[in-house]
């Protein structure tokens, strides 16, 4: 039986040494009789278990101490409306990028809250690059700036920071989170759904500027209000106590590790693997514009597509999963979040090479 690698989007790939952890210490976490899942949220052990994780999570990404850190549930597409409803702060309109699939998602919620400019497309080119900062036309009265750093699907990650002046910057970072340093300064709010970089579905974090809190649109649910979970440290209801959980081993992992400063030369080092024999080769080919390609998933098409069945198959049974791309693109994508070790990527690329040999 071969090593399996999972290429998920996400769900995706966890670290085996944290897998392993929440093993162990899943019928009786460290001597408490419980296991994690049956602890009450407000408990000292799982109080203690979220006071940590959020430190972790502090240290790992410098979160400066203006900057809340909410633990909710929803998924990142629940803050698609949340984050209009809390920032639009009595504004006209909000400032969008689209860079593909899920830009285009955030905006189609936030126009139920208001005007939506959308400040620049890469439409025109079927997103397959990001359309640079001097092409953006920006609104200086906008409540927010808003753009997706990592494109999940389309394989497009913008590497350098909007300047977006006094206007809050937001960014859904839930493919891009954790993996490389970022100044959390620079913005105003970052979300992420967990289930790439951080942990298990179900948890979705929020990073938010203090004073861009409290100012709702009218007939906000109360859930939906970042001030509710501020003001009850993200347990006002029951949080998503067990994804918690792994999400503070994974963040206890990354610091063990070297943190992210680390985790971004990993990565660098695993997507040029893969890049450099896509551009080696004309059996396959990556479709993103060359400065804005995905350290975390990676899109690749075959020169001919009446061989991606056959390729997946093949890849299947060496052990190699979840390389299907995305049902609005097609051809293949290799997401290699933190998790994924290099001698995956090295599988992949071993296994593509020989794929190449016998179809090409
Ligand atoms: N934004 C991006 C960039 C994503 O990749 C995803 C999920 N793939 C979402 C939003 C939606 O996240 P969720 O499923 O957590 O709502």
Not at 127 to 146: I, M, R
């Amino acid at each position: 039986m071969n090593h399996i690698y999972n290429f998920s989007a996400g769900p995706a790939v966890l670290p085996k040494a944290v897998l392993e952890q929440a093993r162990d210490e899943l019928v009786d976490w460290h001597g408490s009789g419980m296991s994690v899942m049956e602890m009450s949220h407000r408990g000292k052990e799982f109080m203690g278990i979220a006071a940590q994780m959020e430190a972790d999570l502090r240290e790992l990404m410098g979160i400066p101490a203006n900057y809340k850190v909410l633990f909710l549930q929803g998924g990142a597409s629940s803050q698609f409306a949340m984050v209009p409803m809390n920032l639009l702060r009595g504004k006209a309109g909000m400032d969008y990028l689209n860079t593909g699939e899920w830009s285009k998602k955030a905006i189609k919620e936030a126009k139920r809250y208001g005007s939506v400019n959308v400040v620049a497309s890469s439409e025109d080119k079927n997103f397959n690059y990001a359309p640079a900062q001097d092409a953006w036309k920006l609104d200086p009265n906008a409540a927010f700036v808003h753009y997706t750093p990592n494109e999940t699907i389309g394989g497009v990650e913008i590497f350098w920071t909007p300047k977006t002046g006094n206007v809050p910057l937001v960014a859904d970072m839930s493919s891009t989170i954790l993996s490389r340093p970022i100044d959390v300064s620079q913005f105003g709010l970052i979300y992420a759904g967990a289930q790439k970089n951080i942990g298990p579905a179900g948890l979705t974090i929020v990073i938010v500027r203090d004073d861009l809190i409290g100012q709702t649109v009218a007939g906000t649910p109360t859930m939906f209000d970042y001030k509710t979970h501020v003001d009850n440290d993200s347990m006002y209801n029951t949080p998503p106590t067990y994804a918690m959980y792994i999400a503070g081993l994974v963040f206890q992992l990354l610091k063990r590790e070297g943190g992210l400063a680390e985790m971004e030369k990993r990565n660098i080092a695993k997507a040029d693997l893969l890049y450099g024999y896509l551009d080696a080769t004309d059996f396959y080919a990556s479709p993103v514009a060359r400065d804005n390609r995905s350290r975390m998933n990676i899109p690749f098409t075959l020169k001919d597509a009446a061989l991606d069945e056959a390729f997946l198959k093949g890849a299947k049974e060496h052990g190699l999963l979840q390389l299907k791309g995305h049902r609005s693109v097609g051809g293949m994508r290799a997401s290699i979040y933190n998790a994924m070790p290099i001698e995956g990527v090295a599988a992949l690329v071993n296994y593509m090479k020989a794929f190449e040999q016998k179809n090409g």
